[in-house]
């Protein structure tokens, strides 16, 4: 087994609201709460869950774009919040991001070449000779030749774009990529090439991802591992692909159920209602008020993400027998 690249400890971001009232409490978005997972050299964890359940700022505060409020992240064992100066520096360096809009990361008035560069120039990397060799031979790689340094974003397409916003994640040559829905906004066509792209990708350079996605579908295809977010939680890890280590988790399932294809399941519990307001989440478990499988305990008790067989872990009061 590879040994561990990441290890997310109790990570929490908690987004203060603007006071209402004098008088009025004052309020918090929980947008993460209290997540621990890790991810092993080599592997792709997926991220998946409805709209506004925490994904894409959880891959915010593993890049270090947002700070967090709690918790601790560890890169190579090392916790993060600790390092100095220059292994901070280093740390970005190994850490990258690609975005759902390319567009908005490419910068419109300069080149493909430029964009490409800048990184290379701002961590000091070779001459302008070798960073031109390092930025061509970057574009080979996600399928683009050479004569696309001189264009601009708005001469490409979809994905084509997001081509350039892969190689801009891959030019420092990182140890981890947080891949947020790269594919989403395009044509299911070229989805799946941009996602062997990515697999090839992983291959080739013994890669990590962690993949996030609200399709369960690309999320099941590209993935080894999936943590399922509900409400700023994780209430699922399972191992990908495997029948008999399935879903467990009564969202889980609901998703999977949403999806045709995937695992063939009997049940039909489809997702009754919205996603509840992460200001003031439910009590006990988050998911209860549209649970198909709903107990008393529920109501009052937080269930625990416990494991429940090699690499599955759910929590659940369902699966929380004997406790
Ligand atoms: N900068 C911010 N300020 C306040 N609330 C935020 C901010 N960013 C995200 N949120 C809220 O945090 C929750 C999780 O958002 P996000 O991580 O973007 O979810 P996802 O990527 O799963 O759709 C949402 O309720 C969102 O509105
Ligand atoms: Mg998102």
Redesign the pocket.
């Known amino acids: 087994m590879n040994r561990e690249l990441l290890k997310v400890s109790g990570l929490t971001?908690h987004?203060p609201?603007p006071r209402q009232g004098l008088m009025e409490k004052k309020q918090v978005?929980?947008?993460?709460d209290g997540i621990s997972f890790r991810i092993r050299e080599g592997e792709i964890f997926g991220l998946v869950?409805?709209?506004?359940?925490?994904?894409?700022?959880?891959?915010?505060m593993l890049v270090q774009l947002?700070k967090q409020t709690e918790g601790e992240l560890y890169f190579q064992g090392e916790p993060v919040s600790g390092l100095s100066e220059s292994r901070m520096k280093a740390l970005r360096r190994d850490i990258q991001i690609v975005f759902q809009d390319p567009y908005s990361s490419l910068n419109p008035k300069k080149t493909i070449g430029w964009t490409l560069e800048e990184p290379l120039i701002i961590h000091r990397i070779g001459d302008k000779l070798q960073r031109r060799k390092i930025v061509s031979e970057t574009l080979e790689q996600v399928g683009l030749d050479a004569s696309y340094m001189d264009r601009y974003p708005h001469e490409l397409s979809g994905g084509q774009k997001q081509r350039v916003g892969i190689a801009a994640a891959l030019v420092l040559e990182p140890k981890f990529i947080v891949i947020?829905?790269a594919v989403s906004a395009l044509d299911v066509s070229v989805q799946s090439q941009i996602l062997n792209l990515l697999k090839e990708l992983q291959e080739k350079r013994g890669l990590t991802y962690l993949f996030?996605s609200?399709d369960l579908n690309v999320v099941e295809y590209i993935s080894d591992r999936i943590g399922v977010?509900y409400l700023?939680k994780i209430v699922e890890i399972f191992e990908a692909g495997v029948a008999d280590k399935g879903p467990l988790h009564p969202y889980t399932r609901a998703l999977f159920s949403a999806v045709p294809d995937v695992h063939k399941r009997k049940e039909h519990a489809v997702l009754q209602g919205d996603v509840p307001?992460?200001?003031e989440p439910p009590g006990g478990c988050a998911f209860h008020p549209r649970c198909p499988a709903v107990m008393d305990i529920c109501r009052s008790e937080v269930p625990q993400l416990r494991k429940v067989g090699s690499g599955h872990e759910v929590s659940c009061h369902i699966y929380a027998e004997g406790e």
């Open positions: 971001k987004y609201l978005v929980r947008a993460v869950g409805e709209s506004g359940c925490g994904k894409s700022t959880t891959g915010q947002v947020d829905e996030i609200h977010m700023g307001n992460p200001i």
